[in-house]
């Protein structure tokens, strides 16, 4: 039995409070005004570019680097009804110009800030790609939205932001500090941690299904790697919640995401629905950057217990700008240099709860013998 993604079903698997919101609950904040999505050709940027187009914004700027998922993304708003305004723009969030030459032209009132690299092991193998994109890439538009006094900017941030394993993790975080120091009564800058979106690009679900029509093995890293999840309907509530919720203003969130669920209870549970039973599962060890479990908050953090809307408020330290400047230099040094022990340091001093993996670990000690 071929299973498709877009026929299943989670119930019993997601077990949570029902928070979620129609999106024409938020037209009021977006219609009429400019709309700024980067990476919005990824699962994430698409879903969210879809259900903005329907609240009928002024203009809804698309911004991705991937030329196909761009274009993907631009026909498929083409062939929706309705007069919403929608400009498909080729290009970097690190790319000042591009970025400059888009706030003069559109004016953006509100920003969502999707564009990332997010893939753990592959970051792992490529840190200097993941800073540049996540933390230069977060600062560039930061930096343009508040010159051109934008309302709002939004950044989709991770679970893995917390207490980093990983570079992707440890950018993420960097790049929520970045918004932290940069937000103010000009441009209110916030980011919503969210955990695992089901069916994203390059996510567990999409793999185990592939494996599955392919008779198996269901390869999973540990036992014991539990995750949360959200479906895209809820990320894309969350998000629009977040956006038009106090509990962003200059600061972190996160929804009520439930229970964390298990890799391999979520890879019986599809063998499960294939009627698959011959199909075998293979563990194959953590890679570098993961980890078994995954949290919201870490302990130089505090949380608000009060919830508003399903979302929690998160008190996090912050830089002050000039720390932030120092360390932004530091890193565009290490970048160019393409010195990873540099990178690394620099870092960690920034992110003190960020632990390098033993991989980086032993690619800085290969550079430093060679």
């Given at each position: ?166 570079i992707m993790g440890a950018s993420k975080r960097l790049a929520e500090l970045v918004l932290l120091t940069l937000g103010g009564a000009g441009t209110c800058m916030g980011s919503i941690r969210l955990g695992n979106v089901l069916g994203s690009e390059g996510s567990v679900v999409p793999l185990f299904l592939e494996q599955i029509d392919r008779g198996g093995p269901v ?96 008190q996090s330290p912050r830089l002050a700008e000039a720390e932030l400047a120092d360390g932004i230099a530091e890193l565009y040094a290490a970048v160019g240099e393409l010195n990873l022990a540099k990178l690394l340091a620099t870092l960690t001093r920034l992110v003190p709860e960020y632990q390098p993996s033993a991989y980086l670990g032993s690619q800085v000690a290969l550079?430093?013998?060679?």
């Amino acid at each position: 039995m071929t299973l498709k993604f877009e026929n299943l079903r989670w119930d019993g698997l997601l077990q949570r409070p029902n928070a979620r919101h129609e999106v024409a609950d938020f037209g009021e904040f977006h219609t009429g005004k400019s709309v700024l999505v980067t990476g919005a050709g990824g699962s994430i940027g698409s879903a969210l570019a879809q259900a903005l187009f329907a609240l009928g914004p002024r203009s809804l700027v698309l911004l991705d680097s991937s030329e196909q998922n761009l274009f993907s993304i631009h026909t498929q708003l083409s062939e929706l009804p309705g007069t919403g305004r929608h400009e498909p723009i080729l290009g970097s969030v690190a790319d000042e110009r591009c970025l400059g030459h888009i706030f003069e032209r559109f004016k953006p009132e509100i920003i969502y800030h999707a564009a990332a690299l997010k893939h753990v092991p592959l970051m792992e193998m490529n840190p200097f790609a993941a800073v540049q994109n996540n933390v230069f890439g977060t600062l560039t538009l930061a930096m343009t939205a508040r010159r051109f006094r934008a309302d709002r900017l939004v950044m989709i941030s991770t679970d893995k932001a917390v207490n980093p394993h990983s570079i992707m993790g440890a950018s993420k975080r960097l790049a929520e500090l970045v918004l932290l120091t940069l937000g103010g009564a000009g441009t209110c800058m916030g980011s919503i941690r969210l955990g695992n979106v089901l069916g994203s690009e390059g996510s567990v679900v999409p793999l185990f299904l592939e494996q599955i029509d392919r008779g198996g093995p269901v390869t999973v890293t540990h036992p014991e790697v539990e995750r949360y999840f959200l479906s895209m309907e809820e990320t894309v509530s969350c998000i629009l919640r977040a956006a038009v919720s106090g509990r962003l203003d200059s600061g972190i969130c996160f929804p009520d995401m439930g229970e964390p669920i298990k890799i391999v209870d979520l890879a019986r549970c599809l063998i499960e629905k294939a009627s698959a039973d011959c199909i075998s599962i293979k563990y194959t060890g953590l890679r570098p950057g993961d980890k078994l479990h995954e949290e919201f908050v870490s302990d130089r953090e505090n949380l608000s217990r009060e919830q508003v809307n399903g979302l929690y408020r998160v008190q996090s330290p912050r830089l002050a700008e000039a720390e932030l400047a120092d360390g932004i230099a530091e890193l565009y040094a290490a970048v160019g240099e393409l010195n990873l022990a540099k990178l690394l340091a620099t870092l960690t001093r920034l992110v003190p709860e960020y632990q390098p993996s033993a991989y980086l670990g032993s690619q800085v000690a290969l550079a430093a013998a060679t």
